[in-house]
């Protein structure tokens, strides 16, 4: 059910020029008991009139641009332009004969918004910074504002701009690394934009992973190098010692296998000289040994040439 208020108001209603629009009584109270009907604009010029028999009368104006809906009191205009921008109200004759008005809608007709214009008025820039002025304007209007970006963001001065004419909007803001200056209406809208970075050139900051890696990568290869380097080298000096030792053991292994030296005996000369190093050596070292036995004893030696000749 529409609100009393709410008829004598009026629904706002925008539309775009060239495109349709739905007038609708929903009011239920208006659609029962109907004799005829009409819509007006503006309170006194007939837009069209439906009698008591449904007949569908339309005034010029609006000739081949009105559909009756099936309740035969909501209507459609089509093809809007904005001389039809109005107040249009649904009047509705009952069969008692009281008239009422049975809806309300004022219709605002709007074309496209028109396409702003950015511009960028000064640069101003640094090491570390830059500072930018542009200026976002539409046929009706213009607005200023500033900018001031450094390598990782970019701060407007004042917060978004903005400009509010009749039934228009103009808007100046940053997003997504560019400045957009909006114009738009109630139905639809349209920017210009440009890159921040076309706008304000500020010297990145150096990346630091490259120089780290230019520094620690030497100082890692010097350093297995060095490991490599001192891991041969104590190798080689482990490897040294090892074959000393072996040496001086394999000295040892042959000294205990060499005969230990006999005391020193008077006689060993004497021997020697019996026992020259012959293939009868065994022969010699007996008749050596019965020899040293006499002596001890007092008996006369044996020959010796017997037991050499044997």
């Known amino acids: 059910m529409v609100d009393a208020a709410e008829i004598s108001t009026g629904t706002l209603v925008f539309v775009r020029k060239g495109k349709d629009v739905d007038l609708n009584v929903t009011n239920a109270d208006a659609l029962q008991d109907v004799f005829s009907s009409s819509w007006k604009k503006n309170g006194n010029k007939i837009v069209l009139i439906v009698n008591s028999v449904k007949h569908l009368i339309v005034f010029p104006d609006y000739a081949e641009r009105i559909e009756l809906a099936v309740n035969n009191v909501s209507v459609k205009l089509k093809n809007l332009q904005e001389a039809d921008s109005g107040v249009y109200t649904a009047v509705v004759t009952k069969l008692s004969g009281d008239v009422t008005e049975a809806a309300k809608y004022k219709i605002t007709v709007q074309d496209r918004a028109s396409l702003p214009l950015l511009t960028v008025d000064s640069v101003s820039s640094n090491s570390s910074s830059c500072s930018f002025t542009v200026t976002c ?5 213009h607005i200023n504002s500033t900018f001031t970006c450094d390598n990782q963001t970019c701060r407007q001065e004042g917060g ?13 803001h940053q997003s997504s690394g560019s400045i957009i200056c909006n114009h738009s209406n109630h139905v639809s809208w349209t920017n210009d934009t440009k890159t921040i970075n076309d706008v304000c050139h500020v010297p990145p900051q150096p990346d630091p992973v490259p120089i780290i890696l230019g520094v620690c990568i030497p100082i890692l290869i010097l350093a297995i190098i060095g490991a490599v380097h001192w891991c041969l080298r104590t190798r080689r ?7 000393e030792n072996t040496v001086y053991d ?4 042959r000294d205990k296998f ?10 060993d000369d004497e021997d020697s000289a019996l026992c020259p190093l012959t293939p009868a050596k065994v022969n010699c070292t007996l008749n ?3 020899l040293s ?5 007092g008996a006369p030696a044996l020959d010796s040439s017997v037991h050499t000749n044997n």
Not at 237 to 243: A, E, F, L, P, Y
Not at 250 to 253: E, G, H, K, R, S
């Open 137 to 141: 304007s539409s046929q009706d209007s």
């Open 160 to 172: 978004e701009q903005s400009e509010v004419i009749p039934d228009t909007f103009l808007q100046v």
């Open 237 to 243: 000096t482990s490897k040294g010692v090892i074959d």
């Open 250 to 253: 394999t000295a040892q292994v």
């Open 258 to 267: 060499v005969a230990p030296a006999r005391t020193q005996d008077p006689t």
């Open 288 to 290: 050596s040994d019965y």
């Open 293 to 297: 036995l006499s002596r001890s004893r």
